[in-house]
């Protein structure tokens, strides 16, 4: 042991796990720059006899992350890169402790098989010999290159922190023609790229991390020099200021610490104060100049109106995002064209009390409103008639496809005087002011009629309104301010109403017209009873990214729906490698609480059966016992990718011959053949392409529930009475006959014998045989009529 001890306590604070910088380079320009900057990359294209090999370091200070970010600037710049064998030609080296060749120039001749090569590159770890693949080069050259015979171009992506000397191997590659661009990842030592780097350094060093920028400024050099020509004769290479940062731990002494001090000349041990370090972390930057190519941009000539702002998306190509008030075009103009499928029919009031002048106003309304809003892509048709004492439809709906001989057509219609009698004009309008309707359901346009009167009614207007609603059709008024109370009881609303004071106002109201007659209210049937169940596909075919978005599409319907034991009933199914009821029709009774266990619904994997699904609904969930209300419409809606339904096609059918329909919304971009056999003869399916487009088919989903609860149901569909008894229907009710030994309202209690059956009494039927309603066997009392 020897004679003197010297311990010297340093302290030393580390800060591990450090994260990366997002900004450690900055190019120091506008917002509009850099988006010229960006327009000019996806412009860049070189196609030049060159042979373009990349030297990427694989080692461990670089790390795994940082090696993949390597690979897709790689990628990205290879994407540029006119790969043939008599033009570009691309390989990969890596190094670490030593160098690895990935593949050599002369490997591949297309750039699929470039990318795909480099993406199954495997990082490597170890130390960071740079100079020994720059050596290997030297001794080897370009492995599968043209030798000095074309242009060599030498791309190292590395963190430039070498355990060897690089500047003389690299200075002996660039004496031998090689150009050589550093690119930096991670937190690069920006002095040792720049030694590896050619001249200017300025245009050969750049940075990974900002995929774009680097392939920009890379290319922008490569064509300065005449190796590539890569852009536009628009387009040009500018300098720009730009700053890098890398991140460096120093040390600092924060202090003096007590110690100990030994003597070689005698055993003592002496007190003293010895320094006291930490270490931090601090960021150096670099102001350098980068040199970038940017391109005229399409939105430099500024073409969104109306307060738009101009996105680019490519050299040629833009779109603007317009305000609310405007209606999406390229260049945010007023977007009059009714797009939705509607029919309209004009009403116009002709009577002595609207005068010659305002038939005037709204025949020129009208002429402005169709030249507005029939453009090319319209799906509407719009027909006019006049009325006062009776109802002229002047031109038909649809009748007049081409807009110019519509309105030549107006310019010759007639002002007849006479009484108003709008009520009259109205039941007429709704009995023959459409002809024959090309459809039914949802194949049949929505069909409205704009009534335009500056005139009050001698006629009542109230019950032909509710005729006119009552045939499903939009009601719409305008009209003086005087008129507005009699417009809002014809049409139902305040919202349904426009007025106007002046010729001018009048015309103001073309685009909230428009937007009235495509605007539709959210489907819903709030009061509806329903017992409603959604059995969701949760098998590996889906995924559990997609059974979220079924879960959050599910989550949109049920807020629809008025959750209560009263109203509707919701249950969940799930089936993947199992089934499983999330959870009862009866479990929840509020809209809240449902929406939090459809959130909690668990993704299953597996493969799934859609038909073991079904008939475990069958049996355990549209049950007495499981929560299902006799006399109430009963609907299931399955959401499936397609896989496991080829079994499913007769418990379906089981389901809707006990009184329950079944919808189906089958999601992928083919549309299955067991998908449309399980949907039945009514052909209950909705295809969806994506599971990302389910919230577009929401509303369809929605009128076919509230259209299914409004189908008569049979008391005895699905059987209330359990243990195999039968139902009975009498008179508006039911009653259970129970068979083997089984008693009760629904057949649910053994029959007792003896004494104990005397003291309960022979049977549970009330007296006199008469049948039993739901309420007197504790189940929610339903609203309206069974059957209903």
């Known amino acids: 042991m020897p004679s003197f001890l010297l311990l010297e306590a340093i302290c030393i604070v580390l800060f591990a796990g450090v994260p990366p910088s997002l900004l450690l380079q900055e190019v120091h320009v506008s917002k509009e720059t850099i988006g010229k900057i960006s327009v000019a990359s996806k412009m860049m294209w070189c196609s030049a006899a060159v042979d373009v090999l990349f030297l990427m370091d694989g080692s461990h200070s670089v790390g795994k992350g940082s090696f993949e970010r390597s690979k897709h600037f790689a990628i990205t710049v290879c994407d540029a890169l006119d790969i043939n064998p008599r033009k570009v030609r691309v390989g990969a080296i890596q190094f670490s402790s030593a160098p ?66 690089v500047a003389l ?75 890098r940062k890398t991140l460096e731990t120093v040390r600092e002494l924060a202090g003096l610490a007590p110690c100990w001090r030994g003597s070689r000349s005698t055993d003592a ?21 980068c040199y970038r190519t940017s391109c005229p941009g399409p939105c430099d000539s500024q073409p969104c109106r109306n307060g738009g702002t101009c996105v680019p998306e490519g050299p040629d190509r833009y779109r603007c995002l317009c305000p609310p008030a405007f209606g999406g075009e390229a260049n945010c103009a007023l977007n009059l064209s009714l797009k939705c499928r509607v029919d309209v029919l004009f009403l ?47 031109v038909p709906v649809g009748e007049y496809q081409d807009v110019p001989d519509l309105v030549r057509s107006l310019d010759s219609l007639p002002f007849d005087g006479g009484a108003t009698l709008t009520g009259r004009a109205l039941r007429q309008a709704a009995e023959r002011g459409f002809g024959s309707a090309p459809g039914t359901g949802l194949d049949r346009p929505r069909r409205a009629v704009v009534l335009m009167t500056e005139a009050r009614s001698q006629d009542e207007v109230a019950g032909p309104a509710g005729f006119a609603r009552a045939r499903e059709l939009l009601l ?3 009209g003086s301010e005087d008129v507005r109370a009699e417009l809002e009881v014809i049409t139902g609303g305040p919202e349904r109403v426009l007025t106007y004071t002046g010729p001018q106002d009048l015309f103001d109201q073309i685009p909230k017209l428009q937007g009235k007659l495509c605007s539709r209210p959210r489907p819903g049937c709030q009061a509806q009873s329903l017992d409603l169940v959604f059995m969701l596909d949760a098998s590996v075919s889906v995924g559990p990214e997609n059974f979220a978005q079924m879960q959050s599409f599910v989550r949109s319907c049920a807020l629809r729906f008025d959750v209560n034991p009263d109203v509707t009933q919701i249950g969940l199914v799930v089936y993947g490698g ?51 209300r006799p006399g109430v419409p009963k609907a299931v809606v399955v959401v499936t990718g397609g896989s496991g339904v080829e079994d ?17 919304v089958g999601v992928g971009p083919v549309l299955r053949e067991a998908l449309r056999r399980l949907a039945g003869p009514r052909d209950a399916l909705i295809h969806v392409a994506t599971y990302a487009d389910l919230s577009h088919h929401q509303d369809a989903l929605i009128e076919w529930m509230c259209r299914e609860a409004k189908q008569p149901v049979s008391l005895c569909k699905p059987s209330p009475c359990m243990n195999e008894g039968t139902c009975v229907l009498h008179n508006g009710s039911y009653r259970c006959e129970c068979q083997g030994g089984w008693e009760g309202p629904h057949c649910e209690n053994r029959a007792l014998r003896g004494d104990a059956l005397k003291a309960r009494g022979s049977s549970r039927e009330p007296a006199g045989g008469q049948p039993l309603w739901p309420s007197q066997l504790g189940l929610p009392r339903r609203r309206g009529p069974p059957g209903r």
């Open 169 to 243: 191997p690299a200075k002996q590659l660039k004496q031998r023609g090689v150009t050589v661009f550093t690119v930096g990842i991670r937190f690069p030592r920006w002095e040792e790229l720049h030694s590896l780097a050619s001249e200017p350094r300025e245009r050969h060093v750049l940075m990974a991390e900002q995929v774009e920028d680097a392939a920009n400024g890379l290319f922008s050099t490569l064509s300065g020099s005449a190796i590539c020509t890569t852009t536009s004769p628009d387009c040009k290479v500018q300098p720009h200021p730009c700053e």
């Open 578 to 628: 199992r089934v499983r009821t999330a959870f009862g029709l009866d479990t929840h009774l509020s809209r809240a609480a449902v929406l939090r266990a459809l959130s909690q619904a668990p993704y299953l994997g597996g493969v799934g059966s859609a038909g073991t699904a079904l008939l475990h609904i069958y049996d355990k969930v549209m049950t007495v016992q499981g929560g299902a």
């Open 648 to 664: 499913a096609a007769v418990p379906a059918q089981k389901l809707r011959d006990n009184g329950v329909s079944v919808l189906v």
């Open 348 to 394: 116009l009031a002709s009577s002595a009390d609207a005068t010659p002048e305002g038939f005037q106003r709204a025949k020129a309304f009208v002429k402005q409103f169709v030249r507005a809003a029939l453009t090319g892509d319209s799906r509407a048709r719009v027909g006019v008639a006049r009325y006062g004492a009776e109802l002229t439809v002047a």
């Open 476 to 478: 719409l008024g305008m």
């Open 269 to 289: 041990v002496l007190g003293a104060l010895c320094p006291f370090s930490s270490w931090k972390r601090v960021f150096f930057t670099h102001p350098t100049t």
């Open 100 to 165: 690895r060749l990935e593949f050599p120039l002369d490997a591949f001749s297309t750039q699929q098989e470039v990318k795909a090569e480099i993406k199954r590159m495997v990082f490597k770890g170890g130390r960071t010999e740079t100079s020994l693949a720059l050596k290997y080069l030297l001794r080897r050259g370009f492995p599968g290159g043209r030798n000095a015979s074309v242009p060599q171009v030498l791309i190292i992506v590395t963190d430039g922190r070498s355990q060897g000397h």
